[in-house]
C-alpha cells in the first residue's frame, strides 16, 4: 500500500484547504485512514481519523473546523478544513492502519505543508 497526499498549500487565516490521500495497493477489507501534523519544533499529533465503518475522530483542537471523509471506494480520505489559523500550520500527514486506534502503525504518506499566514 502507498499514501499520496495532495492539497496543501498556503492561505490565509479563516480560509479554507482540502486535502486529499490516495491509497494505491491492496488495502485491507476493514481499515482506518487519518490525518496526522507536525509542526516544527512540536510532536506529531493525529488531527482527524475515519473507518471503512464510517467512524471519525477529531483533535478538540480541530473539532467543529475540520471534517473528514473517504469516498465511495473507500481508498481516498479527504481533510476539508474551514476557519484555518497560523496555529494549523503544520506537514500533513496520511496514515493507513487496521482501526482508528492504531492508525499510526501502517503505512504513512509523504506529507503535504498547509501554512497559514495571518
Known amino acids: 500500500v502507498q499514501l499520496v497526499e495532495s492539497g496543501g498549500g498556503l492561505v490565509q487565516a479563516g480560509g479554507s484547504l482540502k486535502l486529499s490521500c490516495t491509497a494505491s495497493?491492496?488495502?485491507?477489507?476493514?481499515?482506518?485512514m487519518g490525518w496526522y501534523r507536525q509542526a516544527p519544533g512540536k510532536e506529531r499529533e493525529l488531527v482527524a481519523a475515519?473507518?471503512?465503518?464510517?467512524?471519525?475522530w477529531y483533535a478538540n483542537s480541530v473539532k467543529g473546523r475540520f471534517t473528514v471523509s473517504r469516498d465511495s471506494t473507500k481508498t481516498t480520505l479527504y481533510l476539508q478544513m474551514n476557519n484555518l489559523n497560523p496555529t494549523d500550520t503544520a506537514m500533513y500527514y496520511c496514515?493507513?492502519?487496521?482501526?482508528?486506534?492504531?492508525?499510526?502503525?501502517?503505512?504513512w504518506g509523504q506529507g503535504t505543508q498547509v501554512t497559514v499566514s495571518s
Open positions: 496514515a493507513q492502519g487496521l482501526s482508528i486506534a492504531t492508525v499510526d502503525r501502517g503505512v
Open positions: 495497493g491492496s488495502l485491507p477489507r476493514i481499515n482506518a
Open positions: 475515519m473507518s471503512t465503518a464510517g467512524s471519525t
